[in-house]
C-alpha cells in the first residue's frame, strides 16, 4: 500500500525536516498551480516520470518553467529513448496518480527503482514546492532536505543541468 500524506509527513518530522503544507484544489498543470498558489516564495517544480527503452524508470525534478526536450534530456541523463511511465506504472512504482507526480513519492519506492535527476537549478532555491503525494496541496521543504530526503528514501539523486 502507497503511504498517506500523514505517513509522509511523520516520515518528514522523524528525519528533523520541518514543511509548511498549504492545500488547494486540484491541479493538474502548471498554469493550474499558478492560478493556485499565489505568493508562495521559492522554487515551483515538474516531475516527470519516465521510463527508457531499456526500462529503466527515472524521476526527473525541474523548475516549473523549465522546457525539457525529451531527445536532449536522455543524453543528459544516460538514458536511451525515453517517453512518460504510464499511470498503472507510476501507481506501482510511486504510489501516486497522475497530477500527483513528486519527488516526496520516493517513499514509496521501496525497491529503488526509479533514477532521481534533479535540475541543478533547483538546488539555488532556498525552498521546494512540491505536492504531498496528492496534488490537492503544496508543500514548502528546504531545498537541502529534499535531498537529505531522498538520500533518506535510498536513493542518490543525479544533479544535472538541464538547460
Known amino acids: ?82 517517453s512518460f511511465g504510464k499511470p498503472d506504472l507510476l501507481m506501482e512504482v510511486l504510489g501516486v496518480e497522475p497530477g500527483s507526480v513528486t519527488v516526496l513519492a520516493l517513499i514509496n519506492d521501496t525497491e529503488n527503482r526509479v533514477n532521481v535527476v534533479i535540475d541543478e537549478a533547483i538546488m539555488e532555491a532556498d525552498v521546494l514546492n512540491c505536492h504531498p503525494l496528492v496534488n490537492t496541496a503544496t508543500t514548502v521543504i528546504k531545498t537541502p532536505d529534499v535531498i537529505k530526503f531522498v538520500q533518506a528514501c535510498g536513493h542518490e539523486p543525479a544533479v544535472r543541468n538541464l538547460t
Not at 528533523?16 to 498551480?33: L, N, Q, S, W
Not at 492560478?35 to 519516465?50: E, S, T, V, Y
Open 1 to 82: 500500500m502507497p503511504k498517506t500524506r500523514e505517513e509522509l509527513f511523520a516520515f518528514l518530522h522523524d528525519l528533523g525536516i520541518e514543511t509548511t503544507t498549504f492545500d488547494h484544489p486540484a491541479v493538474f498543470t502548471v498554469e493550474e498551480a499558478k492560478a493556485h498558489r499565489g505568493d508562495l516564495p521559492g522554487a515551483h517544480c515538474k516531475n516527470l516520470f519516465l521510463k527508457d527503452k531499456k526500462g529503466a524508470l527515472f524521476l526527473v525534478v525541474a523548475e516549473e518553467d523549465r522546457a525539457i526536450d525529451m531527445k536532449e534530456l536522455r543524453h543528459k541523463i544516460g538514458a536511451n529513448h525515453l
